[in-house]
């Protein structure tokens, strides 16, 4: 409380590099003091709007002394160098998911993420959504006893441009990715994937090879199934449920509506407009909650934030989803 | 359990005369010995179908020595007379309410039937409704503290034809008047009633100076306020709520709906199908139910039917709502 | 309507066997003629209560002239046979699922099913409830687009005892067959089956090698995804619910409440009531729906009953299932 | 859009001053430039926050020529005094409700207000709720036919102290007041009062003369009729609930839940956490909303603020309210 704010510099001023802006310059323990983006105009905007200097050049950032930790969220392709350059000045990072597309980049990373003892945290937001955290809590107070099967439901409200599936990953790289990191934050120990991908509406993912529609299933260790949900579009909002089943009862989390108003008449009852648009509205307070729970991780304080390894198990997942629905075959895993 | 089925004899065999008589056939302890309309053919269709003598006569059913009861389900005019002649002959009444619309025929007959010690039960079938039963139960047990609060919602689907209007007794006497037993199910104590009626659609209710829309408000002298709000149309379905606030929290009796299916599209998040129609789907367990009660009653054990002190209550309460609407003033009440 | 009531001969007098009689005797297109069971008390009580002629012998059941259809309501491992020599007597079955554990049974009965062109229906119940019904016939009518996602939770109340599990030929034959046919009643051409099996809570299950838990995953060859979640306990009731989801939006069907009372107090709001318990609650009115489907079917008249055929789709993707929790594979299904 | 920021100066820093200073702030239209308490040291706090100059004096906030508008949050005794300074300065008003406790002084500062075109616009906060704004317009669209019944439930979490209720001019002057306004924004031709005060749990109430529960009935010359019901407590959290009932069906405003997270076990399906606390979280949203329109109002724009005549109009019900509960009469009023 009494501490000075972090000082973050930002790299990348694209959606969420502008939705992580403002939550830096709302929030009184950080303060935006760099703006980074190789399209300098961007990058002046942001810093006009919410503080700090812009520059081109990410090594300005790292090496100007002024930021105690840097907010990654450029492309996906210069997120480990961007790591990588952090660790080296031994600022604390914040990296937008996923940490690479390629597994053999991150493993690479890893012992030196691992040894130099620099805070790195991976974005995954959904985290720190109060309805998730709120469920995950009362699942670990042992509300419905021993957690049996885990379902989250993931639906996007509409396909992404063909151009931005070209470079995604795949479903499984880049959406699913989040609800792979989900499931690990109900049950870490996952020891075996299954998934079936489908293209059932969406003439650009056939067109590259990928899937608009999944089913993955989980199994853990401890014997706890999950299975996730995936569709590319969804005519009624943000899909954005999940449902822990445990050997006392059920904790469901609803997706969150737009309005209190509901109507009834001749031909239906009670209904009410629809869910959410998208991420930004429903995790709007998710990526505060992540900013401050970041903080803490960055000043050595105890913290909840998910960590490079934690990025890298999502990938592992992710990885045998892909192969899972593919080959058409059940896929261990070894997340150690 | 092992005693012989109670002995019915039904008067009257329109729609409501018919849904007894399903009850009284489908009732392990009850069978039917004689049914009785003036309009004969009804008797009989109703005699073939669920058992018993048809005739004309009434008083044929009385003499017959064959009915341990009988079923009112006449013309409210030919209520109190009936009802006199089974006290007379010592036979058990379950009687359709009103008992009548003028409540000095209703305070003539009183002290025979309060000296005879032959039970006679009014048709406030809603009593046995499981939800607004258990809701009462639950109240009485405490669950949400002292009653500080009832709410009555009560909107039949469609106005009915103006020819019915006309000899209905008014909104209050015809259809408010289960809404008043039902207050006085949970709160008996009723000292003063205000009522407001007016008239937003109904070119009938217009016609016969009558109300289509109202809202009644009563006091209980245990400080306990009602509310009851009632319109003879309801796009949406029959509206049957209750909703019952207490000092540690509120029980709310829902709407009965027809499915369990409800539909999210882009324009409307899980819409149902309308609620129930009316009150003979919405009541049809509450009818078996009365009649079972009423059985016990009529054998002398313990039941919870309303009798005819009831019956007088309401009506008393119907009355000072009528007086009310039209005089524009708070009517007291005394129901001793 | 006109027609003579079906003449029935009912073969196994358990609980289920018990619930059929009930069905009969209610409806007035059916009439029970005998009643068969080796326990011929069991038998003789239901004849007493339900109408008929009480044996201990199937075969005097089928050579007796006076059924038109028979009710299989004995042990699985009877199943084969008795259908087996109801078509030799040329008397149409209805049979409850599954038609036996072991294919190979069921594939050399096949022929003379399809040869003899007798009726054979299969218990598949489910299809006969409102709720799954009604949704499966707006899917139909295009109310959500093209379906592209199925999900079906079906969670039993408690475990059934051990001996239960030793004959019943493990979860997928015995318990999500019921969901298998209910995925194929949505969406037919199932080509592959993965699932996958744990053991988190039942001791019984271990015991015989069996799963208490399952996820199972269907693909169809139009690209629709099928995943059914079951559980052998729920401590909230019997838990029966279905999502299908499409492009143009979802249908959900609910489970089915046991009170209309909900509570609000300083701990929780809108509670209520457990669900219904357990099949016999929830699926009453689809025995009754069932029955007069399968009249229709053995009159000759349009019908939806299930038929042989869908009972041996059941069994074969319920095998594919056991295969693919056991090996840890995916399972190719051809089910022509 | 372009317009400089309007100046506002804040008089009166209880806890309502201190939310209008909040959303003076975050407004990107408007600017803090002076804060007037008597206690200064409030008035210095929240000038230090949000931006202004402190004082103690009014008069100096009036003639500072530094104000284009004054936000009054003082005791309800100073703010006909304040509004007539105002005036006489040109300076616009968005006073908080009630103008007085007293109609003569109201009515007496009227034609002054009237007469002077300077905007005075009143707080009556929920009409900018986003639910009840919402299901306003949408009766204005027409969506439900003519609007026939209109239900406000408004319930307090918890009673104020005795200190409070004996300044408060009673539950109608003070909490009814909302809600009486709330009716006029959906039927501003009332035309007559009826209302029902108890004393059920609040012995600071029944000290004062006051009420704790009330229930009141509104008549508008449409014929439409709106019902109020009030209660100082609410174990539940703050009930906050609109139903607009119409010939084509209802728009219902439902309580804002404080979580997304539901759970079922063995004794109950589907309770959530409590509503939320009171009108700080409830509204929040709306005291932003209603500083924007107050903005328009201020700067001459078309705008939806509430009036001094609509805080008038609100008085005289509250005080008709309070007559009918009192004397146990039916009161007419007259608006104009």
Redesign the interface.
């Known amino acids: 409380m009494n501490e000075k704010p972090l000082r973050f510099g930002l790299i990348g001023t694209g959606r969420i590099g502008q939705v992580h802006a403002a939550s830096i310059a709302a929030d009184p323990d950080a303060v935006l003091t760099w703006v980074c983006d190789p399209f300098v105009e961007g990058a002046r905007s942001v810093a006009a709007r919410y503080g700090g200097t812009a520059t081109e050049s990410s090594a300005e950032v790292f090496s100007s002394g002024e930021v105690d930790a840097v907010l990654i969220a450029s492309p996906t392709s210069t997120h480990v160098d961007l790591i990588s350059a952090a660790v080296d000045a031994g600022i604390a990072v914040l990296c937008e998911k996923p940490i690479d597309l390629d597994i053999a980049r991150v493993e690479a990373l890893r012992p030196k993420v691992a040894a130099a003892g620099v805070p790195v945290a991976l974005g995954f937001n959904r985290r720190f959504d ?2 998730f955290a ?2 995950r809590a ?1 699942v670990a107070a042992g ?4 957690l ?2 885990l ?1 989250i ?1 993931s ?1 996007d409200p509409a396909a992404p441009p063909a151009a931005y599936l070209a470079v995604s990953g795949g479903i499984f790289r880049d959406m699913t990715i989040h609800d792979l990191d989900m499931a690990r934050f109900f049950v870490p120990d996952i020891v ?1 994937v ?1 998934a ?1 991908g ?4 969406d003439p650009g993912a056939r067109e590259h090879g990928d899937f608009d ?3 993955v ?1 989980l ?1 853990a260790a401890s ?3 999950v ?1 996730i ?1 995936n ?1 590319r ?5 943000y ?1 954005q449920r999940i449902e822990a ?1 445990g ?11 737009t ?17 959410q648009e998208f991420f930004l509205e429903r995790y709007a307070g998710a990526y505060s909650a992540e900013l401050s729970e970041f903080i803490k991780l960055a000043r050595g304080e105890a913290s909840t934030s998910p960590t490079f390894e934690d990025g890298r198990a999502a990938l592992i997942l992710a990885d045998a989803a892909q192969r ?1 629905a593919v080959e ?3 896929v ?1 895993v070894d997340l150690a």
């Open positions: 109060a309805g709120e469920a009362r509300e419905i006893g021993e049996e099967q379902s439901i639906r075996e299954t079936v489908t293209t059932t509406f529609t999944a089913v299933v199994r014997g706890t199934v299975s949900t569709s579009h969804s005519a009624t909002g899909d089943f050997a006392k009862g059920m904790l469901q989390v609803a997706n969150a509506g309005s209190l108003v509901s109507l009834s008449t001749a031909t239906a009852v009670e209904a009410r407009p629809p869910y899972s058409r075959i059940v261990p």
